[in-house]
């Protein structure tokens, strides 16, 4: 049953992939012989948890903690192997280059980006102005994305994405690259999108960046929630956690 704030929810979701890896030199029985081993990996591991409408929601973790699996499975890209996730609204990726086609000029890939986004083509002709002013990358915007900085590619494609209000707003890194004041306005429209109830979920390596936008965050390690709550409380353990050297990937565990 739906609560009736309820944006998101998770319920014992877990996402299962087998890969074919070469093994490890001690496990070969001799120098120029080649061997694989098939190894199966836990990208979620029974997680649940549910965000309600309104919310800005960090989510944190190492590399292979199972990030941008979870946001992947929300937009429907990968298959649960279990569990369910529930959605009232409609999602939308926001990922670098989603859309995008660096050939083009970035004018040309506002058009391509909003359509991508799901907007029509009398929506990205009255917003294109705007969306043009919200990135501010001067000149550029009439040249090939091929000439862009990271940081430009990265204003482009937020500006494109938080233009188009969708429901539910999964971020994948892509606040990463960008300038302090970007980043400062970036914050404060994810904010403004809030105050019109939409469901927000940030991915970020910057426990910094996610402590300053999110309300409340999910740390991730190894495919299974390790704390959620208060996003202070929980960016503060998991930078003591990084401290003590006990973050590694799943893949670096045997």
């Not at 279990?82 to 990726?93: E, F, N, S, V, Y």
């Not at 091929?146 to 890194?173: C, K």
């Amino acid at each position: 049953m739906q609560l009736e704030t309820d944006a998101i929810r998770v319920e014992n979701l877990s996402v299962n992939y087998s890969i074919v890896a070469e093994s490890p030199l001690d496990q070969k029985r001799k120098f120029y012989n080649k061997s694989t081993r098939k190894t199966e990996i836990k990208a979620l591991d029974d997680i649940s948890f549910s965000i309600p409408s309104g919310q800005i929601v960090g989510l944190i973790g190492g590399n292979g903690a199972g990030k941008s699996t979870l946001l992947k499975t929300m937009i429907g890209v990968l298959k649960p192997s279990k569990g369910r996730i529930d959605l009232w609204g409609r999602p939308h990726l926001l990922s670098p280059g989603m859309g995008f086609n660096r050939l083009l000029s970035g004018r040309e890939n506002v058009v391509l980006g909003g359509l991508a986004a799901g907007m029509t083509l009398s929506e990205i002709k009255e917003k294109q102005d705007s969306i043009i002013e919200f990135a501010d990358i001067g000149g550029f915007i009439d040249l090939p994305m091929t000439t862009y900085s990271s940081g430009m590619f990265g204003r482009l494609s937020f500006a494109v994405a938080t233009y188009n209000r969708p429901e539910i707003l999964l971020i994948d890194e892509a606040l990463s690259a960008g300038d302090a004041a970007f980043k400062e306005r970036a914050v404060q429209r994810l904010k403004d999108l809030c105050d019109s109830a939409i469901s927000i979920v940030v991915v970020s390596h910057s426990s910094t960046l996610i402590a300053e936008m999110a309300t409340e965050a999910i740390w991730l390690h190894r495919g299974k929630i390790k704390l959620q709550g208060e996003v202070q409380s929980v960016t503060d353990e998991y930078l003591k956690f990084q401290a003590e050297g006990n973050e590694t990937a799943q893949l670096d565990q045997r």
